[in-house]
Every structure is written in C-alpha cells, then in structure tokens.
C-alpha cells in the first residue's frame, strides 16, 4: 500500500498565516481557501471587506487546482489559447488564483485566493505555498 504526505490542521495554518501576510503586506483585502487533494474544505478566511462572492470564488479555483492537479490559471491560458472546449471541462473555474501543493511529487492539495488582480491573487496563494517545509 502507498503511503503520501497529507496537508494537517499545523500546515493549513502556516500557508493561511504566510498568505494573509503576503496580502496585508500589499494592502489587499482577500478570501483565502485552502483545500484537501479532493477538492474539500481544510480552512478558510474573509478578511474584512472582502465580498461573498470573493469567497465562493476562492474556493472555486483552489477545487479545480486540487481536481485537475494544475494552477488555475493553466486551464484560463489554454481558453485564452483558443481551446474553448476547456469551457465545458466540470467543476473548472478557468481564472488564475489557485495552485495545487505539491509534496513528494503527489498533489496534496491547493490554495485559492480571490480578491485582487488574479495575478495578485496568485501570488498570495503561491506565498502560502512556500511557507510549508520543502
């Protein structure tokens, strides 16, 4: 049987603490999800001001990069690069903004960040990233 590294409540709180740092750091107000390799919830924060729909959309591009095991933004290039199909693919949200974590090679989960530029927004997601031990 396989065994694989798996995100912990101790990991959640390093990325969240490093990426609301990173927006604070930028005076970006945020919705921060960071997600299982499966798509589902392990933590979130809103900070003040920003909008439900900041929210939603958040966890949205962390689900598809923890589903498709690539960023976010990959799958918006490809549809800027003329593969319109990807617009049908389910449970995509083709907006740069989530990443997946990588661990070992394996993905282990994802952040997704909504509320600035999505550039900015990943960014933050990447800063939350790169707080976890290599």
């Given amino acids: 049987m396989k065994t694989r590294p798996v995100l912990t409540l101790d ?3 390093k990325i969240h603490a490093a990426a609301e740092a990173e927006a604070r750091k930028n005076n970006w107000i ?3 999800a ?3 390799d499966g798509g589902h919830l392990l933590h979130f ?3 003040d001001g920003a909008t439900p729909a900041n929210a939603a959309i958040a966890v949205d591009k962390a689900r598809t990069a923890a ?3 690539r960023s976010s933004g990959k799958w918006e290039q490809l549809i800027k690069d003329g593969r319109m199909g990807m617009l049908n693919m389910p449970g995509i949200l083709p907006v740069q903004g989530g990443v997946p974590i990588v661990a070992d090679g394996t ?3 994802s952040v997704g960040v909504s509320g ?3 550039a900015q927004d990943e960014q933050i997601a990447q800063a939350g990233i790169d707080a976890l031990p290599k």
């Fill in 11 to 13: 990991d959640c709180l």
């Fill in 30 to 32: 945020v919705a921060i």
């Fill in 34 to 36: 960071i997600l299982d």
């Fill in 45 to 47: 924060a809103r900070m």
């Fill in 67 to 69: 589903i498709s095991r």
């Fill in 107 to 109: 993905c282990i989960g």
């Fill in 116 to 118: 600035v530029q999505s």
